[in-house]
């Protein structure tokens, strides 16, 4: 029954965040904004590689540049999209009290709403792939592609992703309009030391030291040996995980994801409970 119920809490709070995300326009108008946002913003990117490199894109670590910020909507969506669901219902729709006190999961009503912005920004993925590869010539052969390695690697990094946001959610128990600067903030942290659009050797040694802690490195890296092979394979240079074995790869993904889940379930419980002593379950700020 208890398993039941979580279901239905994870459903209708994903439809719940549907109706959230989508309703403040036609659905013409909500498709377009969908296709041309993510398109547009990794154009900026783009753009100055192309000014730095004279237009060369015909090589392979314009590809491996391209792939990685393209995923990196993946944590800078879903990361500020789990955070903001505390901030949103608390402030702006006033709900939150009413959630908290009902008789379901708060951890499966979070990842429900989580759930549908991982479902948009997986369509916003998609385009920007599909543009780099018919637009700007983006090294990727969908003949192959290691899809066990891809597929698993995108699993493990988007619960990994969820969980870091119930840290940060937690945080935004006990924050005003503070919460979103932090969520920028360690989203920058892991656009610079995650390998999101250079490889993690180019940092200095000290840097590379915290980006082997982060799961992201892992992911990026797993992700990229599962969609462009031939690039990792290919790329001068070293990416830095490169004595790692596919296997060792994962396994580094999925025991750093469990490290984090006990140390983002510690921190929102503990933000949980002083929330509670100090009256900001309900707490509005006027931001």
């Known amino acids: 029954m208890a398993v039941r119920g979580d279901i239905r809490t994870f459903k209708n709070a994903a439809w ?85 006190i009902a008789p379901i999961s708060f951890y499966m009503y979070i990842f429900g709403r989580a759930a549908i912005k991982i479902a948009i920004t997986s369509i916003g993925v998609l385009l920007t792939l599909i543009f780099g590869v018919l637009v700007l010539g983006v090294d ?3 003949g192959a592609i290691d899809w066990p390695i891809f597929v698993l690697a995108l699993i493990l990094g988007l619960a990994c992703i969820c969980i870091m946001g119930l840290a940060l959610g937690g945080i935004s128990f006990l924050t005003a309009k503070h919460g979103q600067g932090i969520n ?17 050797t180019i940092l200095p040694g000290w840097a590379q030291s915290i980006s082997r802690l982060l799961p992201i490195t892992y992911w990026m890296e797993a992700v990229r040996r599962g969609l462009e092979p031939a690039v990792i394979a290919g790329l001068p240079g070293s990416t830095g995980l490169q ?34 002593r100090k009256g900001k379950i309900d707490w509005t700020s006027a931001y």
């Open 140 to 142: 990727i052969n969908f």
């Open 243 to 276: 004595d790692f074995s596919n296997l060792q790869l994962m396994l580094a993904l999925l025991f750093s994801t469990v490290a984090f889940l006990f140390i983002s379930h510690s921190i929102f419980k503990y933000a949980d409970k002083v929330a509670r």
């Open 16 to 100: 719940l965040g549907w109706q959230m995300e989508a309703n403040w326009t036609d659905p013409f108008l909500f498709a377009t904004y969908s296709i041309v946002k993510p398109i547009a913003g990794t154009l900026i990117l783009v753009f100055m590689y192309l000014v730095i490199t004279d237009g060369k894109t015909d090589t392979l670590f314009f590809s491996y540049m391209y792939v990685g910020n393209a995923f990196y909507m993946y944590v800078a969506d879903v990361l500020f999209g789990v955070t903001w669901v505390i901030h949103d219902d608390r402030e702006h729709y006033m709900t939150l009290k009413q959630v908290y």
């Open 184 to 200: 920028e903030g360690v989203a920058g942290i892991f656009f610079v030391l995650a390998g999101v659009i250079f490889p993690i």
